[in-house]
């Protein structure tokens, strides 16, 4: 696939250990991922389904699964048909120990040219790592990525889907 990419860089005070059980306990990412429940045995080649609200908005496949270092999965939005149809990407995070804080690189690539699904993470992707951020250093996820803010969530990544597709 030739299309965009999207990298996040982020610096954490906390511990691989706990930075992986946000990545993959539904305790955590229920908190910061607007309401997400996580579902997966983190084994390469198992599904992975994330859940909010009584629906299934994205769903994949474990790529990689090195605890506290990497995790690798394919995605594919479930919440919208016309996003359900694209051909599915990849999202990978890279966890890296630098003294009292760990380096955490999200990449998200393999989009296909003119991807509906991109400009959606583009613009969740830095609020839902913001909250995760925020969560493991102060105890407390941003409002912006409450479980109450998913429909919003939902409807400004189907208006960019839109606007990509105009």
């Not at 996580?38 to 994949?60: M, N, Y």
């Not at 999202?91 to 120990?97: A, G, H, I, K, Q």
């Not at 803010?149 to 597709?165: V, Y």
């Amino acid at each position: 696939m030739t299309g965009p990419n999207f990298v996040y860089v982020s610096y954490i005070r906390t511990t691989p250990e706990k930075l992986w059980q946000a990545l993959t306990q539904s305790a955590f990412t229920r908190q910061y991922w607007f309401g997400h429940a996580v579902e997966s045995d983190w084994k390469p080649g198992s599904a992975i389904r994330f859940f909010a609200a009584g629906k299934c908005d994205v769903q994949g496949e474990v790529l990689a699964s090195d605890p506290y270092r990497r995790l690798a999965y394919s995605w594919r939005v479930d919440f919208d048909e016309a996003l359900r149809n694209e051909e599915p990407s990849r999202v990978s995070f890279d966890l890296e120990p630098v003294g009292p804080e760990v380096k955490l690189t999200v990449i998200h690539d393999q989009f296909g040219a003119g991807s509906k699904v991109y400009p959606g993470i583009s613009n969740g992707w830095p609020m839902v790592l913001a909250s995760l951020k925020s969560l493991l250093e102060t105890g407390e996820p941003l409002a912006a990525t409450s479980e109450a803010a998913l429909c919003a969530a939902r409807q400004r990544s189907l208006d960019l889907a839109r606007a990509t597709a105009a």
